[in-house]
């Protein structure tokens, strides 16, 4: 036993006669010390936090409000004035609206679609073909974004891509074109690649809650006659709704986070279609030197991610499981 | 809204600014190189060049190394960045102010930015036209990377842009080098017919389409209107030249490239691939491309490759003669405390002997330093740009460099339009003249 474990024992009780104080007191002293062992032990994570992650999102906040140049290092205090422009802003309208169809197919794909496929494996009755499905799914995953993006732009290349060789092959020579290059497709194409990366993760994270609903439930329904597609609609779906409503939280606050594939594939273009906010917020500050002006774009995005964030946690707190 | 929660907002957008604050930043003026500095031989030398990748890394790899015989106690550290990557590269350094001893620059107003902010040494002691040094540089190379009669940066090498094409296709089909533009649209059938991609293009990045641009416009727009509508503050972009040139550029995508409305999705190093192999009759390039396109074991190196400047319209309102490109050089940190050690290394590095070895093959960067491309060592196209390009009437530097950030920003977007065929060229004007009443 070591000697922190001694130190969360309870105190054994003085003997009655020699105590002058009440044990209400003592309770309270009790939970001072204890209350100063927390703070100590959680201090440096907190500081941690604090220094990298707290102080930039506050920084961030005050850049948002200057017109900084990056080469003489002159700021300017200018206001709202990054906030305005950033309302009038086009390109920012089309980057969040990129965003919100990439958070829309996402979860479509990887969190319904996925729970699907998870809940198709784990009614295989061969253990060895739900760990080989499994394992094959999840492969992609394994892949870094940004390999996977430049995957991607020679499949989708438009000359020399297998996608359009197969489109051909297929004798749809018709539907072949540049993916990338065109201004109605290249998002589409970007967020493809994106579902094909993160499917197998959420498949894999929803084969565990599958797995994690005892089997008498299962078995106590097919006694009764309840056929697979109910069993999963009564009893899947409602006992797996926690990984639910974490899957929905990870998938909506990543597509408004998504930056490499984009970067990779199509930098925003062409004529700034595929462009998302963090692309954007790259692009204004890298390329068009205006940093103030990206730091109000870094802060509507973290509001945005906030507040999608707490509503999905309330919403998911009252959905939690019970067993 | 809840005056606890009203405080706490208000503390936070006090910190906030508090933690940022406003500065005037400390720009000061740039620190002049002094000629009579003696460099100490010790300590590390940080240089961002532009050399990442193949064929062009190895060269100051072995400067460094030839150096360092010279002076062990020198070490080093090389950031090797290729033409795409030294944008972010050369802004994230600045913006955490830790931009290295040596740089790289393209002349116009990426190398103000530098001059501006007082992030390049002033090397008109040094460097002019008239001191020992500067006589070994042409003059327009130096006066590339000058402003209000200071000198700031060291040309390493000279460039301008020039269609290649392949001289057995163009001997077999009977075709010569177009003089006007009509004559080169009218060749691109004549190769199609033959089973040849006319001009290979690749405008997945967005510049190359804007070279095509810039080259156009110098054609079409009065040179002074063009010049003046490069800066925001006397920018008027109303000229009809923009909309021709415009026009222009689109036929030639449409009629000339194989990718056509798809080229935004072609890399160019693809196109420049369809040149190597002999795919392609044609391919819009930098001189310093020239001796990788046509690389000792290409097909087009036993085909032979060819340049001429991209004709003009017969009746082009601007200057035909103009050509464009810009050298590009490397500026000395005003603020190292290695700079006469920097200035020694950038001598070395335009020395005779290492001019003429940048100028050959397989590097095939002509050297600013005078007499560096010669016969004896460099390609027969690489010596003829350069003689194109001192023959030319002006030299236009790139859209993407000529102009502040947001306009080249959105030239480059309109571009991407015009290939794409989803805004007309009136759209992309209006796009343009907005960003750069924005920049005013």
Sequence with gaps: ??????????????????????????????????????????????????????????????????????????????????????????????????????????????VFGAMILAAMIEGLRSQRWRGILRAVYFVPSAISLTVAGLLFYFIYEPEMGILNAALDFLGLGNFTQAWLGQENTAIFAIIAMSQWQGFGYCTLLFSVALQRIPSELYEAASIDGVGPFQRFFSISLPLVREMTGLMMIVTVSGAFQVFNEVMVMTSGGPNNSSQVLGTWLYRSGFVRNDFGYAAAVATAVFIITLVLAVIQLRISKKRRVQW | MRKSTQSLMALLAGAALALTGCSDGGSQPAAVLDPNAEPQYTGTLSILTKFGGDPLEPYFEDLASEYKKLHPEVSFDLIQETDQSIKDKTKTLT???????????????????????????????????????????????????????????????????????????????????PSTFDELISSCSVLKEAGYEPIS???????????????????????????????????????????????????????????????????????????AEGKS???????????????????????????????????????????????????????????????????????????????????????????????????????????????????????????????ADAWLAGGEALVAGTQTPDQVLASVRAASSAGK
């Design chain 2, 201 to 275: 293009f690749g405008n997945k990045d967005g510049w190359p389409g804007l070279h095509y641009l810039q080259q156009l416009f110098a054609y079409e727009v009065p040179a002074e209107t063009l010049q003046g509508d490069f800066s925001p503050a006397t920018a008027k972009l109303e000229d009809k030249g923009y909309l021709k040139a415009m026009d222009q550029f689109t036929t030639l995508v449409n009629e000339c490239t194989g990718s056509g409305k798809d080229s935004n999705g072609v890399l160019y190093t693809t196109a420049q691939q369809a040149l």
């Design chain 1, 1 to 110: 036993m070591t000697v922190s474990d001694t130190a969360w024992k309870p105190a054994a009780p003085p003997p009655a006669p020699l105590s002058t104080k009440s044990p209400k007191s003592r309770t309270r002293k009790s939970a001072r010390t204890h209350g100063w062992r927390n703070v100590v032990w959680v201090l440096p994570a907190v500081l941690l936090l604090g220094a990298f992650a707290y102080l930039p999102l506050v920084q961030n906040l005050g850049f948002s409000f200057l017109k900084w140049d990056i080469y003489s290092g002159r700021q300017t205090f200018v206001g709202a004035d990054n906030y305005v422009r950033m309302f009038n802003d086009p390109i920012f309208w089309k980057s969040l609206l990129n965003n919100s169809l990439y958070a829309i197919i996402s979860i479509a794909f990887q």
């Design chain 2, 95 to 177: 913006a955490s102010q830790a931009m290295p001893d040596i740089y790289f620059t393209w002349a116009g107003s990426w190398a103000n930015n530098f001059i501006d902010g007082g992030l390049a040494a002033d090397l008109t002691p040094v460097i002019a036209p008239g001191t020992e040094w500067g006589n070994n540089f042409g003059e327009s190379a130096l006066k590339a990377f000058a402003k209000d009669g200071k000198y700031f940066a060291v040309p390493l090498y000279n460039n301008g842009k020039f269609m290649g094409y392949n001289q057995r296709i163009f001997k077999e089909l009977n075709l010569t080098p």
């Design chain 2, 281 to 407: 009759g044609m391919y819009y390039q930098e001189i310093l491309e020239f001796d990788s396109t046509a690389s000792a074991d290409s097909k087009l190196k036993q085909d032979g490759l060819g340049i001429f400047k991209l004709p003009a319209a017969v009746d082009a309102k601007g200057d035909p003669k103009a050509i464009e490109g810009s050298p590009e050089g490397y500026i000395i940190n005003a603020r190292s405390k290695n700079a006469a050690l920097a200035a020694d290394f950038m001598k070395f590095a335009t020395n005779s002997q290492n001019a003429a070895k940048l100028s050959a093959p397989p590097y095939g960067q002509p050297s600013a330093v005078k007499g560096a491309v010669s016969t004896e060592n460099s390609s027969v196209p690489v010596i003829e740009g350069i003689k194109q390009v001192n023959e030319a009437s002006a030299a236009i530097t790139w859209l993407d460099s000529v102009t502040v950030p947001a306009v």
